[in-house]
């Protein structure tokens, strides 16, 4: 399950929506694939599954940053939001 699935799952849970978020601070290890690069364009592939589509066209704002790693071993992402409901 990808980190926006899991996020997704836990909004709904405490009945909000990924529609409720404003802001994203996303942080992305660098992969091999990339020559150690973030795989920004790969995070950009999830967000607009999630963002900016016909059904949630809203788009939180959002800055990306690369790491040299994370807490847990093999995590390559980790995406701290900001919510607010109308």
């Given amino acids: 399950m990808s980190v ?6 836990s909004l709904e849970e405490k009945d909000l929506s990924v529609g409720d ?7 992305l290890v660098g992969v091999a694939e990339l020559d150690g ?10 967000n607009r599954r999630f963002f900016g589509t016909e059904s949630q ?7 990306a940053f690369p790491v040299a790693g994370l807490a847990a071993p093999g995590m390559l ?3 701290e939001v900001v919510l607010a409901r109308p």
Avoid: C, T, W
């Fill in 21 to 27: 978020v404003v802001k994203m601070q996303i942080f």
């Fill in 57 to 63: 066209p809203n788009l939180p704002a959002r800055s």
């Fill in 37 to 46: 690069a973030m795989d920004f364009q790969g995070m950009m592939r999830a």
């Fill in 77 to 79: 992402v980790e995406v």
């Fill in 4 to 9: 926006l699935n899991r996020l997704q799952a």
